[in-house]
């Protein structure tokens, strides 16, 4: 245990082990937090709709909602952190999601839209604070401490997707119950967050008098860090929301699309570990944007073909997920010179990215509608990964913003 320690304790000689270690449960928490309010959702879309008698669209605007929180707020989390402090911020930040969790499963269609955008506020500072966290305290050790953010935020997205139908129906919870339950883990979360607010000095500041302020807006690679961000988020919620409904028109029950949604998430894991680390230490990220598109690309035309081969392709969609949302959390730390600077472009590439990405549910959702199956969402889907790429080998050089 020492050793792992070891590996992933935070810069500064001065920093315990206890208090080094409360961090690390801490940031791991945190970003279990960060997906499972999200991806429970996905398998019980057919529930919600049938019992508040709802059309798709309004049902994928259920999944848009939190993407447009995160559009809404990501800019302004770096000016809340200069102001606050990272620590105290988060742990608002907690409180704020227990409250989304609670109001999201108290009563009607309203509580429902409201909770989901008030949880999706608290998710967004946190998704914009977590990278530039990780860059201030473990400066040496961004690849592998995004891996470990990742891999916690994936694995409990997807526990988080094969057990919200159980909950629901063979536990008698319904989909409100199966919902609110991940108000215990923000509650948890919230009990080892509190010693990060001791001491002016664990405040993690991101931003110190000596530091060069970059106008991110006006940056080229800032801008297709961003679009890249936008994308991979646009194909992963549109799967999340989605993939269920698309599974059962193949003749998959309820019970095991939820299970296959959260294999496909349980497949991403082992990339979202490797290819952080990986991308760290290679001088440019090209060659991995490649084949994070090929993953998505494959996995999107089996979909299409509907044939039996379904789990594959889900796990194929998975891993091009979590290669492309861990090459996007490295490119905040890769491209960026300090922690200022990282969480900008964090907060930029969630705010716009994440504006990009709410059209996808929504946007799929009517395309299904209109052209009364999925043919035609899934192939606009493919146009989608093709942009990707473009942008992906764009961001994946070796440069730094502000050079």
């Avoid at 002016?200 to 110190?208: L, P, S």
């Avoid at 690679?221 to 646009?234: D, E, R």
């Amino acid at each position: 245990m020492n050793s792992i320690y070891n590996k992933l304790a935070p810069k500064g000689g001065a920093t315990s082990t206890s208090t080094g270690w409360l961090l690390l449960i801490g940031v791991i928490l945190i970003a279990a937090n960060l997906r499972a309010p999200l991806t429970s959702v996905g398998p019980l879309i057919e529930t919600i709709r049938a019992d508040l008698s709802i059309s798709n669209t309004l049902a994928g605007l259920i999944t848009t909602i939190p993407l447009i929180a995160f559009a809404l707020l990501s800019p302004l989390v770096p000016k809340l952190a200069r102001r606050f402090g990272m620590s105290p911020v988060l742990f608002g930040a907690l409180v704020l999601l227990i409250i989304g969790i609670v109001i999201r499963s108290a009563w009607n269609i309203g509580s429902l839209l409201l909770g989901t955008f008030i949880l999706g506020l608290a998710i967004s500072i946190c998704n914009v604070l977590m990278p530039s966290l990780i860059k201030a305290k473990y400066p040496l050790k961004i690849g592998i401490m995004i891996g470990v953010y990742s891999v916690a935020m994936n694995l409990s997205g997807a526990i988080a997707s094969g057990i919200s139908v159980p909950f629901a129906n063979q536990m008698g919870l319904g989909w409100k119950g199966s919902l609110g339950i991940w108000g215990i883990l923000a509650f948890v979360t919230l009990l080892f967050w509190i010693p990060q607010l001791r001491g002016q000095q664990q405040k993690a500041k991101i931003m110190t008098s000596n530091e060069k302020q970059t106008n991110l807006w006006k940056s080229p690679l800032a801008w297709q860090v961003t679009v890249f961000m936008g994308l991979q988020s646009m194909i992963f919620y549109v799967v999340i929301a989605w993939l269920p409904d698309i599974l059962k028109t193949q003749g998959i029950s309820a019970d095991s699309s939820g299970w296959i949604l959260s294999l496909m998430q349980l497949a991403l894991l082992p990339v979202t570990f490797i290819m952080p680390i990986v991308a760290a230490r290679m001088k440019n990220q090209v060659s991995l944007m490649i084949v994070t598109w090929l993953f998505f690309f494959t996995g999107i035309v089996g979909l299409l073909s509907g044939n039996h081969l379904v789990l594959l392709w889900a796990i194929l969609i998975g891993i091009g997920a979590g290669c492309s949302f861990s090459l996007a959390m490295t490119l905040f730390g890769l491209r960026t010179s300090n922690a200022r600077d990282a969480a900008e472009l964090s907060g930029m590439s969630q705010s716009v990215g994440y504006l990009l990405a709410a059209l996808g549910p929504t946007l799929f959702g009517y395309l299904h509608d209109l052209s009364n199956g999925w043919n035609v969402p899934l192939i606009v889907l493919l146009v989608i990964t093709c942009f990707l790429l473009i942008s992906g080998i764009a961001s994946g050089r070796n440069r730094l913003i502000g050079e």
